[in-house]
C-alpha cells in the first residue's frame, strides 16, 4: 500500500514537445504529491507539489494533474528543453505525529530531449 | 546561502570497514533524513530524526547506523554488516511543520575497493 508507481521509466521528446510522466498510488491516506527534478550526480530538487483539494496546479512550463478518484497523478512539461534532460521523481506522504514527512517515491523517469 | 552540506562527494571503503558519511544543514529544520539511490529504484529511506537525541529507522536500516547529537548535524555510519554498500547517498531535511518540501544535499557516492 505504500508504493507509488512511476511510468515510463524512460522519454525521449523533441524540443518543443510536450512530456508526460505518470505516478499511480494506493494509499488514499496519501495527501501531498511532490514532483522532484535530478540532474547527474545532484540531489533531488523540488519542481512542483500538489494535495489533493486541487485537480491541477501549474508553475511556468510544468503542470501537476491530478485525479484522486483514479489515484494517478501526472507530471506534464510544456514546450520541453534540452535543459529539462535530467530524471525525474515522483513522491507521496501522508500526515504523522511530529515533524517528519516520510516520502514514498517512484523509481524515477530519465527525460531526454533531443534537439 | 542556507542549505545541506554532504561530504565527502565520493567515497571508498574496504572490505570489513565502517565509514561515515557527512550532513550537515543550516536551515534550522528539525526533521532530517538518509537515503539511499540505486540505479531504477528512486530513494529508499535508510533513517530519519524528527529532533536532537531521536531517529526511528526506515525501510532499509539494516547494516547502517546514525546519530542526531546536534540539530545541525546527522551523520551515516555505514557499517561492515551492510554488503553491499555501494550507491549513493543523499540527506535531506525540512521545516517542522507537517508535509513539508524536503531539501536535498548533493550525495555522497559510496563505492567497494
Known amino acids: 500500500q505504500q508504493q507509488v508507481k512511476q511510468s515510463p521509466q524512460s522519454l525521449i521528446v523533441q524540443k518543443g514537445g510536450i512530456s508526460i510522466i505518470n505516478c499511480a498510488y494506493e494509499?488514499?491516506?496519501?495527501?501531498?504529491f511532490p514532483w522532484y527534478q535530478q540532474f547527474p550526480g545532484k540531489g533531488p530538487a523540488l519542481l512542483i507539489a500538489?494535495?489533493?483539494?486541487?485537480s491541477e496546479k501549474k508553475e511556468g512550463r510544468f503542470t501537476i494533474s491530478f485525479n484522486k478518484s483514479a489515484k494517478q497523478f501526472s507530471l506534464h512539461i510544456m514546450d520541453s528543453q534540452p535543459g529539462d534532460s535530467a530524471t525525474y521523481f515522483c513522491?507521496?506522504?501522508?500526515?504523522?505525529?511530529?515533524?517528519?514527512?516520510?516520502?514514498?517515491f517512484g523509481t524515477g523517469t530519465r527525460l531526454q530531449v533531443t534537439l | 546561502d542556507g542549505g545541506i552540506t554532504q561530504s565527502p562527494k565520493y567515497l571508498f571503503r574496504k572490505e570489513g570497514q565502517n565509514v561515515t558519511l557527512s550532513c550537515e544543514q543550516n536551515?534550522?529544520?528539525?526533521?532530517m533524513y538518509w537515503y539511499r539511490q540505486d540505479p531504477g529504484q528512486g530513494l529508499r529511506l535508510i533513517y530519519y530524526?524528527?529532533?536532537?537525541?531521536?531517529?526511528q529507522k526506515g525501510d532499509i536500516a539494516e547494516g547502517y547506523s546514525v546519530s542526531r547529537e546536534k540539530k545541525e548535524s546527522f551523520p551515516l555510519t555505514v557499517t561492515s554488516a551492510q554488503k553491499n554498500p555501494t550507491a549513493f547517498y543523499l540527506c535531506?531535511?525540512?521545516?517542522?511543520?507537517?508535509?513539508?518540501?524536503?531539501?536535498f544535499g548533493d550525495g555522497t557516492r559510496l563505492s567497494i575497493l
Open positions: 513522491a507521496a506522504s501522508y500526515p504523522r505525529g511530529g515533524t517528519a514527512s516520510k516520502l514514498t
Open positions: 494509499n488514499t491516506a496519501f495527501d501531498y
Open positions: 500538489i494535495r489533493p483539494d486541487v
Open positions: 536551515l534550522n529544520h528539525d526533521a
Open positions: 530524526s524528527q529532533i536532537v537525541n531521536d531517529f
Open positions: 535531506a531535511s525540512n521545516p517542522p511543520q507537517g508535509n513539508q518540501p524536503q531539501h
